[in-house]
Nanobody, 123 residues
Framework: QVQLVESGGGLVQAGGSLRLSCAASGGTFSIYNMGWFRQAPGKEREFVAFITGSGVSTYYADSVKGRFTASRDNAKNTVYLQMNSLKPEDTAVYYC????????????????WGQGTQVTVSS
């Protein structure tokens, strides 16, 4: 049984930083690509970042490129999202997810999701 548990969210001022973690259990973690998504109130869930199983390749939404960095530690079965230069528009619930099949930027391509962690950026 696959479980994903996010942590590290919180309240931060604009310009600040946070690091989210997503701990995985069940399955062979290193062979799965992982994604980060976010959902703000009244909005659809949107793609944020993607990292391949090996961690060699990453992809980002244009809105976070240059500010957010995805990484992973396969020995710890954990994927991270380092978020710098945070803006109020980054406020959302952030989810990690394990990719199944399909395009990396589509939520429908992921078949396991965490419960989410709230990130709030004040101006």
């Amino acid at each position: 049984q696959v479980q994903l548990v996010e942590s590290g969210g919180g309240l931060v001022q604009a310009g600040g930083s946070l690091r989210l973690s997503c701990a995985a259990s069940g399955g062979t973690f290193s062979i799965y690509n992982m994604g980060w998504f976010r959902q703000a109130p009244g909005k659809e869930r949107e793609f944020v970042a993607f990292i391949t199983g090996s961690g060699v390749s990453t992809y980002y939404a244009d809105s976070v490129k240059g500010r957010f960095t995805a990484s992973r530690d396969n020995a710890k079965n954990t994927v991270y999202l380092q978020m710098n230069s945070l803006k109020p528009e980054d406020t959302a619930v952030y989810y990690c997810a394990r990719q199944g099949r399909g395009s990396y930027y589509r939520a429908e391509s992921y078949n396991y999701w965490g419960q989410g962690t709230q990130v709030t950026v004040s101006s």
